[in-house]
């Protein structure tokens, strides 16, 4: 069956003409021009590289690392993409290259088989949602929702990150991690049915 | 065309992101009203969205934050 899917970006962008002109004068050696734009930045990439680590020390290195290389190559930024997609893959790319040293990973897929419709719809699982546990502030679903969120394999968990927690639009994410708009959702809706497995046994 | 549940499953992470055709979301809030299997299913995949999106933007510590500019005014001053 194909459904029409309609490819509604209704989030705000996170790229803005102000960029474009901070660069220019970034390029004509204006040096305050890019503190700007580290100040505008620097929340997004070290959240985004601490939900990837889960190590503040780890974030602090990649939030570094990421605006010397940004500083050091905004000569080669043509504004082929926007500067926040430039600058959100020179993050993703450093923090992935650093948890590959530390752990030798490659691409693990969430097997698949574990969510098909009718294995996902006939489990027993309870109607948790309205469980008054069932918040934020519950400090043991949180340590439980952020232990399963490092748990995901690294391509799941960035597009989770970047969608759910950073609010990115799919076709941000998209452009910011080169894959389809069809293969961000399908992974962002893996991601989220592994959560809710995880989630779902807490509160079996 | 008639939703079924696997329609459900397969659609319910656009139709939570608002990013279905319009006719689509009146035949599955209409099989979400009485379909036994995808009510439990959905309302607790709903949750676990909101409680993603709940996940706090965390403040750059103050001494991160520090040694980000010490390093970087660093740098520029070369």
């Known amino acids: ?204 | 065309m008639v939703v079924r549940c696997k329609d459900i499953f397969e659609l319910l992470s656009d139709y939570l992101d608002e990013e279905l055709e319009s006719d689509l979301y009146t035949e599955i809030e209409e099989h979400l009203e009485e379909c036994p299997h995808c009510i439990p299913f959905v309302n607790t995949y709903r949750r676990t969205v909101t409680l993603c999106q709940s996940i706090e933007i965390i403040e750059v510590p103050g001494e991160v934050h520090l040694k980000l500019w010490q390093t970087l005014r660093k740098e520029i001053r070369k």
């Not at chain 1, 890019?34 to 929340?43: A, D, M, S, T």
């Not at chain 1, 985004?48 to 930024?77: P, V, W």
């Not at chain 1, 609010?167 to 962002?188: C, D, F």
């Open chain 1, 1 to 204: 069956m194909i459904f029409n899917i309609k490819m509604s970006e209704k989030r705000e962008g996170i790229a803005s003409v102000s960029d474009e002109i901070l660069i220019e004068k970034v390029k004509s050696s204006d040096n305050s021009a890019f503190e700007k734009l580290v100040k505008k930045y620097e929340k997004k990439i070290y959240n985004l590289a601490f939900r990837l680590t889960g190590k503040s020390e780890d974030a602090s290195d990649i939030l570094q690392e990421t605006f010397l290389k940004a500083y050091h190559s905004l000569g080669d930024f043509r504004g082929e993409a926007n500067f926040s997609t430039w600058l959100y893959r020179i993050a993703l790319n450093i923090a992935l290259m650093k948890k590959r040293k530390e752990k030798g990973k490659i691409f693990e897929p969430i097997e698949s088989k574990l969510f098909t419709p009718e294995g996902e719809l006939t489990k027993e699982i309870p109607d948790w949602s309205n469980n008054p546990e069932a918040e934020i502030e519950n400090k043991e679903l949180r340590k439980i929702l952020t232990e399963t969120l490092s748990s995901l394999p690294d391509d799941y968990r960035t597009v989770l990150i970047l969608r759910d927690i950073q609010g990115l639009s799919n076709k941000e994410v998209s452009e910011i991690l080169k894959i389809s708009i069809p293969a961000v959702k399908s992974r962002l809706h893996r991601a989220r049915l592994f959560l809710r497995d995880r989630i779902s046994k807490y509160f079996a």
